[in-house]
């Protein structure tokens, strides 16, 4: 199993960035997959997931109106599109199976300044 994240980068408060997980070693169709991001304390927090199909999504309070989670299972690929963001969304992107505590990418880092 295995993660390569990337779309992060420095923003400015209020600006979008698209972030996207590119995943293989395993039938990415047999999975909910899932986002979480680690803020600078250690904390983990999942922020959204999606269903195998696209059909259903799921999303943090803190995530809710702001962020689109998405997948693309012709390409092994989840995305998570984050508008409006915020300093407080400064923190590193992981996703994985939903559930799964191993395993992990090396993240995406995101900034937000104020």
């Known amino acids: 199993v295995h993660f390569v994240e990337s779309g992060g980068g420095l923003v400015q408060t209020g600006g979008s960035l698209r972030l996207s997980c590119l995943a293989s070693?395993?039938?990415?169709?047999?999975?909910?997959i899932s986002w979480y991001r680690e803020i600078p304390t250690g904390e983990r927090e999942m922020v959204a997931r999606?269903?195998?199909?696209?059909?259903?999504?799921r999303y943090s309070d803190s995530a809710k109106e702001r962020f689109t989670i998405s997948r693309d299972n012709t390409k092994n690929t989840a995305y998570l599109q984050m508008n409006s963001l915020k300093p407080e969304d400064t923190a590193i992107y992981y996703c994985?199976?939903?559930?799964?505590?191993?395993?992990w990418g090396q993240g995406t880092q995101v900034t937000v300044s104020s």
């Open positions: 070693g395993f039938t990415f169709t047999d999975y909910v």
């Open positions: 999606v269903g195998k199909t696209n059909s259903s999504t």
């Open positions: 994985n199976i939903l559930g799964r505590d191993e395993s």
